[in-house]
Structure formats: structure tokens, C-alpha cells
T-cell receptor, first 107, second 112 residues
Framework: GIQVEQSPPDLILQEGANSTLRCNFS?????LQWFHQNPWGQLINLFY???GTKQNGRLSATTVATERYSLLYISSSQTTDSGVYFC?????????FGAGTRLTVKP | KAGVTQTPRYLIKTRGQQVTLSCSPI?????VSWYQQTPGQGLQFLFE???????NKGNFPGRFSGRQFSNSRSEMNVSTLELGDSALYLC???FGAGGTQYFGPGTRLLVL
């Protein structure tokens, strides 16, 4: 199956800083999503982005399908951005999740 | 539009028992997927249903089963519970198979 690697595994930022999270995948995909999991376990859909670039407020994402990676940018981070960010990809079958990036934003 | 709902939210069982978890998708969504999340294994795909048919199944033993009803609601069942089945079980729905997935709040299962 498709392998998904996320980096870095942990990230600590000061409020207001910018960050880039990376997701590498091992094969072509039909579906790529970024999620934020809050401390209560709820997974929030951030982007559906199998290719191209999208922006939503302070967050944006870019997927370069031909090079098999996706990037999630967080600008002007806030303490509420803390949590775990997951990248998930699907080829023809099941959706595979990366191990996540745990982001801590300090006030 | 109401989001994905899962019941129960918390559950405590003992080894050997069985459990049934329920998921109601977003209205109009016909695809439901189930995932298991544990600290050691992360998020793992269990199965996906679309229009009452299982489309895909993850690498889990036969003790894990599921079904989908005509109103798109889905249930998953775990028989002969083991300690290692303790996990957060997440359900996600999408309009079509392979579409954008929206997750429910999960069911936390503790097996003693």
C-alpha cells in the first residue's frame, strides 16, 4: 500500500510564527486531505487537495502530485492551532494516514 | 447541516465481550468509512461502505465487521474483545466514494 511520511514529528512555535508541515507519499494518489485533530480527538478537515494550491485564511496547502509531496503552511500561528496535523492519501483503495505532526504554539 | 454523529461516545467493556458502534453520516452522504486510532499504530483504516456495499477493507481480523443501512447509517461490530482493541474509533462520511471525508467525534472504547 501507499506509504505516507510526515515531517517534522514535533514542532514548537511561538505565537505569531509561521510554519511548514510536509507530507511525502510513495505512489500516485486520487485523494489527499489535511486534517487537524484537536485535544478532544475531533478530526477537522482542512483541505482536500490532490493537486494544486488552496488557501483558507491563515492556512494554505500545496500538493505537487508529480513529485509526491504536499505542504501545509500555517502563518501567524495562534495557540488554538495547537494539536496534531495529519495528512491522509488514497490511491484506488483505502485512505492511509501519516503519523502526524504535533504542533505546540506557545503564547 | 448536522455533522457526523457517533454513539456511544464512551464505552467500557471486558475481554471476550462484543460491542456495536453506530455512525450517522451527514445528510446526503452515501459513503461511510471507519478508522481505529491508537497511540502505537496511529490511524488505521478499517472499512468503507458505499450504498450498503463494502468497498474496501483494511488489514484487521474477522472479529471486526460492519454494515451500512439503506439510510446510510453504519454500524461496526467487534466480537470477542481483546485488550488491544482499546482505541478511539472514528467514523467519516463523504458524498461519494473517495470524496472529501468529514469525521465524527469518535467513540472511545476501553477494554478491561
Amino acid at each position: 500500500g501507499i506509504q505516507v511520511e510526515q515531517s517534522p514529528p514535533d514542532l514548537i512555535l511561538q505565537e505569531g510564527a509561521n510554519s511548514t508541515l510536509r507530507c511525502n507519499f510513495s505512489d500516485s494518489v486520487n485523494n489527499l486531505q489535511w486534517f487537524h485533530q484537536n485535544p478532544w480527538g475531533q478530526l477537522i478537515n482542512l483541505f482536500y487537495i490532490p493537486s494544486g494550491t488552496k488557501q483558507n485564511g491563515r492556512l494554505s496547502a500545496t500538493t505537487v502530485a508529480t513529485e509526491r509531496y504536499s505542504l501545509l503552511y500555517i502563518s501567524s500561528s495562534q495557540t488554538t492551532d495547537s494539536g496534531v496535523y495529519f495528512c491522509a492519501v488514497a490511491g484506488n483503495n483505502d485512505m492511509r494516514f501519516g503519523a502526524g505532526t504535533r504542533l505546540t504554539v506557545k503564547p | 447541516k448536522a455533522g457526523v454523529t457517533q454513539t456511544p461516545r464512551y464505552l467500557i467493556k471486558t475481554r471476550g465481550q462484543q460491542v456495536t458502534l453506530s455512525c450517522s453520516p451527514i445528510s446526503g452522504h452515501r459513503s461511510v468509512s471507519w478508522y481505529q486510532q491508537t497511540p502505537g499504530q496511529g490511524l488505521q483504516f478499517l472499512f468503507e461502505y458505499f450504498s450498503e456495499t463494502q468497498r474496501n477493507k483494511g488489514n484487521f481480523p474477522g472479529r471486526f465487521s460492519g454494515r451500512q443501512f439503506s439510510n446510510s447509517r453504519s454500524e461496526m461490530n467487534v466480537s470477542t474483545l481483546e485488550l488491544g482493541d482499546s482505541a478511539l474509533y472514528l467514523c467519516a462520511s463523504s458524498f461519494g466514494a473517495g470524496g472529501t471525508q468529514y469525521f465524527g467525534p469518535g467513540t472511545r472504547l476501553l477494554v478491561l
